[in-house]
């Protein structure tokens, strides 16, 4: 089993600045891949960004080059830095990490950015 929890969610203006957080903890050596994901209002979750066990990073087109994933394995800790945010970035963002049998998710922080 594995918990996630997320921190750092809020509001902020357009253009501005929010870093995301995801702590796990549990059977933690058994992920292989990990990443973030949102879902606005009347929407589907959509991926935004994913880090594997080799630190290879994949990112959504529309926030790349705004956004950073990254992770530091000695706090089981994963990171989304967000920069020159959009009112379109607008969601609640969730914690996804993956073993090879199951995908477990933390419950959600809510990022608003206002225009």
């Known amino acids: 089993q594995v918990q996630l929890v997320e921190s750092g969610g809020g509001l902020v203006q357009a253009g501005g600045s929010l870093r995301l957080s995801c702590a796990a903890s549990g059977s933690t050596g058994s992920i292989w891949t990990s990443g973030w994901y949102r879902q606005a209002p009347g929407k589907q979750r959509e991926l935004v960004a994913t880090?594997?066990?080799?630190?290879?990073?994949n990112y959504a087109d529309s926030v790349k080059g705004r956004f950073t994933i990254s992770r530091d394995n000695g706090k089981n800790t994963m990171y989304l830095q967000m920069n020159s945010l959009k009112p379109e970035d607008t969601a609640v963002y969730y914690c996804?990490?993956?073993?090879?049998?199951?995908?477990?998710w933390g419950q959600g922080t809510q990022v608003t950015v206002s225009s």
């Open positions: 880090i594997n066990s080799r630190a290879s990073t």
């Open positions: 996804n990490a993956e073993t090879l049998r199951t995908a477990y």
